[in-house]
């Protein structure tokens, strides 16, 4: 069984065609952004709550964005403001991801459609193919884009197709996805609104429910939507996590998706982990706990002093078993050289 742990690098380096470090394409407007990219300046015509410019100086460099939204979760309890901030933070991260993704899935579209999502599954697919003992592949992202679920979506030996959150873990499918942060598809619908009289409309609904977003009592049911209908007139919340350095924040997805992969971890032997930093501490608590002490990881990094961070971060939280670095240059020399197809056929 195969487990594989893709972080935001992995949808930065998500085009072969367009490597981050060419200058050329190094700034790019649509890039999937890094978590310290979610303020930059190429985001400056997203249409900001009235709550969100009281905290985005301090989401730009040289702060960290991650440090600065985890210190504003710590603030919250007393302070009726920061609770408005961090809605409007939510709701500017899923226009942030839709933005990006329109653009970026043309620019893919007009270079012939490949991401190295497909590149990595097709891979897998013929590993998985050739080793009878393998059943199940689950695949966690903690990215809020839908490139992982689009290269599922569009190969022909298996068309998953993402209609309900269900079809995530479907037991039908040798695939199944884990999105632990939420995903900028995903959506909490509200029916009504504490203290609201009057009719409102459009924008007015994003700021009322914003306003009132601590005495809200959110619905447990996640349900999927068309990222563009956050801008209409839907009673919608994004089901996305904040992104922080390392609280213990809880999860944003189905509890479903949360008990099939923890019925996963004990049968996985491979890890595999791209463009993760491992530093979300309930998620690796819950990895190490069930994963099996004789399960090979792999750490695919960029140098072997970022890989021997995350290393000692995975092995501070019990991690046992082989674990080993991959220095390449990203995800898509990853894919390149199948290195992925070296390792699982070890």
Same mark, same amino acid.
């Given at each position: ?89 939510? =709701? =500017? ?8 993704? +329109? ?13 190295? =999502? ?25 990215? =809020? ?105 809880? !999860? ?24 993760? +930093? ?52 990203? !995800? ?15």
């Amino acid at each position: 069984m195969l487990l594989v742990i893709f972080g935001a690098g992995a949808s930065y380096d998500s085009v072969p065609r367009l490597p981050p470090h060419d200058p050329k394409t190094a700034y790019e407007q649509f890039r999937p952004p890094l978590a310290n990219q979610l303020f930059e300046d190429r985001f400056g015509g997203i249409k900001r709550s009235d709550h969100l410019p009281a905290i985005e100086t301090r989401m730009l460099p040289p702060n960290s964005v991650e440090a600065e939204l985890e210190n504003l979760l710590l603030r919250a309890q007393g302070n009726p403001e920061i609770p408005k901030q961090l809605a409007a933070v939510r =709701y =500017y991260l899923q226009d942030v991801i839709a933005f990006c993704q +329109r653009g970026w899935k043309q620019r893919i579209a007009n270079l012939g459609g490949a991401t190295n =999502y497909w590149s990595f599954i097709d891979e897998i697919e013929d590993w998985r193919q050739s080793v009878a003992s393998v059943h199940d592949v689950f695949l966690v992202t903690f990215n =809020y884009d839908t490139l992982l679920e689009d290269a599922l979506g569009a190969d022909s030996r298996f068309r998953m197709t993402f209609k309900n959150t269900g079809d995530y873990v479907s037991p039908t499918s040798h695939y199944k996805i884990l999105k632990p942060h939420g995903s900028a598809n995903w959506a909490y619908k509200l029916n009504t609104l504490p203290g609201l009289r009057e009719r409102i409309s459009g924008s007015e609904v994003r700021e009322a429910i914003i306003d009132r977003f601590a005495m809200l009592q959110i619905p447990q049911a996640i349900r999927i939507v068309n990222m563009s209908d956050f801008a209409s007139n839907e009673w919608l919340i994004p089901a996305l996590a904040i992104p922080v350095e390392r609280s213990k924040t809880g !999860f944003i997805c189905p509890e479903d998706h949360m008990n099939a992969f923890s019925e996963f971890l004990p049968s996985a032997k491979k890890l595999v982990i791209v463009g993760w +930093r491992a530093a979300e501490q309930t998620f690796l608590g819950m990895l190490t706990a069930g994963l099996s002490p004789d399960v090979r990881t792999r750490i695919v990094s960029r140098d072997h002093a970022s890989a021997g961070d995350i290393g000692n971060r995975l092995r501070e939280a019990g991690l046992k078993g082989e674990l080993k670095p991959v220095v390449v240059n990203g !995800f898509t020399e990853f894919t390149k050289k199948k290195r992925l197809g070296e390792f699982l056929n070890e």
